[in-house]
């Protein structure tokens, strides 16, 4: 790993002090290289968080541009940069809060193509997209390619959270459960309205999004214990928080 230089030490000495990251955990976030899906309302505090906190690498898969509508949730956008490309617009706020963290970026839709031909440089994946066929294809490139995926979700007043490694076992040996063993097959086209359709409190996607990134900072550096086997869920207008467990099934299709 890099050693860290005084400057980098002195900006996260807040992490450093921590006895369960220190230094070790800090270089291992320099050295991580995490793919982000989406620089929208998830992706925002998602990619906020990891620049500050010192991912070495953050690359950013959207290609979308900036428009008023999405100011009121997606946080690393501003009112100058309507009409810009996302991951331009991304890029140079968090170029602005770390220059340390290198950026890459890619205008284009994440699926197995994508995944095939960028997938191999990153250690994590983030998936921050809005929409079913994306979510499956992460699960999907991510086992493959044999890197941890934390995704989220939100709708109106309430979002969910986890975290998926099906190329590791857990303690007693048995292997962690897929994307498909929480959503066994995605709903039924139109049964779920879009954001665009029903709305969404802007605020609720900072809420997930930053327990997403907190999650992929477990995930490099070894704390804690991630929301691996583990659906949480949140409810915005009560203001609750609740745990799903779910496993590995032993099905056929999971013995192909």
């Not at 900006?11 to 793919?35: C, F, T």
């Not at 996302?86 to 995944?115: C, I």
């Not at 699960?139 to 969910?160: C, H, K, N, Q």
């Amino acid at each position: 790993m890099d050693p860290l230089s005084s400057e980098e030490i002195a900006r996260y000495h807040r992490h450093i002090l921590l006895p369960e990251i220190g230094g070790a955990g800090q270089q291992a976030l320099k050295a991580a290289r995490v793919l982000v899906i989406g620089a929208g309302g998830l992706g925002s505090p998602v990619l906020q968080y990891l620049a500050a906190a010192g991912v070495g690498t953050l690359g950013i898969v959207d290609d979308d541009r900036v428009s008023l509508s999405n100011l009121q949730r997606q946080v690393v956008h501003d009112t100058g940069t309507v009409g810009e490309l996302k991951t331009q617009s991304a890029m140079a706020a968090l170029t602005r809060l770390n220059p340390h963290v290198r950026l890459l970026h890619y205008e284009d839709r994440f699926d197995a193509r994508f995944a095939a031909d960028h997938l191999g440089r990153f250690t994590l994946l983030i998936d921050g997209s809005d929409n079913f066929d994306t979510r499956y294809a992460a699960a999907d490139a991510a086992e493959a390619a044999r890197i941890p995926l934390v995704t989220g979700a939100v709708g109106r007043f309430d979002g969910s959270v986890t975290v998926l490694a099906p190329h590791l076992t857990d303690a007693n040996g048995v292997a962690n459960p897929r994307y498909r063993d929480l959503f066994p097959e995605p709903p039924r086209q139109g049964l779920i309205p879009s954001c665009a359709e029903a709305g969404i409190v802007g605020a609720l996607t900072g809420v997930i999004g930053t327990l997403m990134a907190m999650e992929a900072i477990k995930v490099i550096t070894g704390t804690g214990e991630p929301l691996i086997g583990r659906l949480l869920l949140y409810d915005a207008l009560s203001t609750r928080f609740d745990t799903i467990r779910y496993r590995r099934k032993t099905t056929p299709e999971n013995h192909a």
